[in-house]
């Protein structure tokens, strides 16, 4: 079982839509991360939030909009959509222990499958 | 900058063969290397990793890969195939990771086991 937990598995939205991933571990790990990835695809980075604030953020465009309102919870709101958004997002946390340097392996949730209309 | 290439976008094995999956990786600095596996409809789960502590990495149900600097090569094995074994699999380098890891993946090998 995933100690990274996100929801909802599956969302269909329209392309005026606005929706939302979430994304939650109890891990204590301060670093979690949103990856997308299409069909055959390696996971590609999107967004890194380290102690909480935003570190990385990977050219994405303005209608994904991420949000982490504490260490443990991770949100991607997703607003006016392209059909070629539609992918797998990947949630996934580091840091093994609290104040420590990370050995740098993820730990990725389930994932979500985004079908955008 | 960093990468990994993953020689082979699809093996095929028999149940009970041996699984070798290529992975060479490119880095200016000591690396942290990682094999994943994804399963259908999954996320990605860690079998195992290599940071710098031995060059033959152990990892969950019966994988295992060994550093070869020389070589820069980071391949993974298993002596006998499972049908269970079949799913997606991603060679992923990182450098210092510091407080966060940026992860790069390689393109993936797809393994199919056979009767």
């Known amino acids: 079982d995933t100690e990274v937990t996100q929801t909802p598995k599956h969302l269909v939205m329209g392309m005026t839509n606005k929706k939302s991933l979430k994304c939650e571990q109890h891990?204590?790990?301060?670093?979690m991360y949103w990856y997308k990835q299409k069909a055959k695809k390696p996971p590609e980075l999107m967004f890194v939030y380290s102690y909480e604030k935003l570190s990385i953020n990977e050219s994405v465009p303005s209608r994904f909009s991420p949000e982490c309102p504490n260490s443990s919870l991770l949100n991607l709101h997703l607003h006016a959509l392209q059909p070629e958004d539609s992918a797998l997002y990947l949630c996934a946390s580091s840091q093994p222990h609290r104040g420590t340097k990370t050995t740098g392996e993820l730990f990725f949730g389930e994932g979500s499958r985004l079908t955008v209309l | 900058a960093q990468s990994v290439t993953q020689l082979g976008s699809h093996v095929s094995v028999s149940e009970g063969a041996l699984v070798l999956l290529r992975c060479n990786y490119s880095s200016s600095v000591p690396p942290y290397l990682f094999w994943y596996v994804q399963y259908p409809n999954q996320g990605l789960q860690l079998l195992l990793k290599?940071?710098?502590?031995?060059?033959l990495v152990k990892g969950i149900n019966g994988f295992e890969a060994e550093f070869k600097k020389s070589e820069t090569s980071f391949h993974l094995t298993k002596p006998s195939a499972h049908m269970s074994d079949a799913a997606e699999y991603f060679c992923?380098?990182?450098?210092?990771?510091?407080?966060?890891?940026?992860?790069?993946f390689g393109t993936g090998t797809r393994l199919q086991v056979t009767l």
């Open positions: 290599y940071t710098s502590a031995a060059t």
């Open positions: 992923a380098v990182s450098e210092d990771p510091g407080t966060a890891s940026k992860l790069t």
């Open positions: 891990m204590g790990h301060r670093a």
